[in-house]
């Protein structure tokens, strides 16, 4: 079954640093999405990611945030500038027309 | 704005017992709802569909239906095993949502005791 691969499973990273998390969604999908979950708290939405360019964000997608799909593959979360409330577990996921496919997590602890 | 719940927040029960996870949300103009299973530290699994059409879906032991109208979902999980135990979610996609967002519930935690 095809299954949408996220790389790291587990990123540590010092508080101002950057980070990239990747992804690769399934391949015949149009819809991209990131989600996180702070430790505790409900899965929350970030962006939205169709033909290209952002369909939606979140409030939390901040100038501190951006996505690309560099390559027709591969989708990326980069945060900028790391601060210590954005660990969390970071969700790829991806869609055809309806029913989400999600990865398998990128937790991101920042120290 | 559209606010998910999930009853019990954890659940705990005898292996073999047939059980029902609620979820409710404030908005039914939804296009669909989602449950999905989260092992501890894992990533979502997607378990069951519902299309806004329709009451409810089958796969294996469980069963999901939905209520659009009242704004309720459960997911009936038969003769369940230890290898049920895990945080179960839902998740709606509204309507005014075309982008696809979808809004989640904080999650059930079942644990089946042997």
């Known amino acids: 079954e095809p299954e949408v691969t996220q790389t790291p499973s587990h990123q540590v990273t010092q508080m101002g640093q950057e980070v990239i998390l990747r992804c690769v969604p399934i391949?015949?999908?149009?819809?991209f999405y990131w989600y996180r979950q702070i430790l505790g708290q409900k899965v929350e939405f970030l962006v939205s990611?169709?033909?290209?360019?952002?369909?939606?964000k979140s409030e939390i997608f901040d100038d501190q945030f951006s996505v690309e799909r560099p390559d027709g593959s591969n989708f990326t979360l980069k945060i900028r500038s790391t601060k210590l409330e954005d660990s969390a577990m970071y969700f790829c996921?991806?869609?055809?027309?309806?029913?989400?496919?999600f990865g398998s997590g990128t937790r991101l602890t920042v120290v | 704005k559209q606010e998910v719940t999930q009853i019990p927040a954890a659940l705990s029960v005898p292996e073999g017992e047939n059980l029902v996870l609620n979820c409710s949300f404030t908005?039914?103009?939804?296009?669909?709802l989602q449950w999905f299973r989260q092992d501890p530290g894992k990533g979502l699994t997607s378990l069951l569909l519902?299309?806004?059409?329709?009451r409810e879906q089958t796969s294996g032991r469980l069963n999901a239906s939905l209520d659009k109208s009242s704004g309720r979902s459960t997911l009936y999980i038969a003769a369940s095993q230890p290898g049920d135990s895990a945080t179960y979610l839902c998740?709606?996609?509204?309507?005014?949502?075309?982008?696809?967002?979808?809004?989640f519930g904080q999650g059930t935690e079942l644990s089946v005791k042997p």
């Open positions: 996921a991806s869609r055809p027309d309806y029913g989400y496919t």
């Open positions: 519902i299309q806004s059409s329709q």
């Open positions: 908005d039914s103009a939804i296009y669909n």
């Open positions: 391949s015949n999908h149009l819809y």
């Open positions: 998740a709606v996609w509204g309507i005014y949502n075309q982008g696809g967002k979808l809004i």
């Open positions: 990611f169709y033909n290209n360019e952002i369909s939606e």
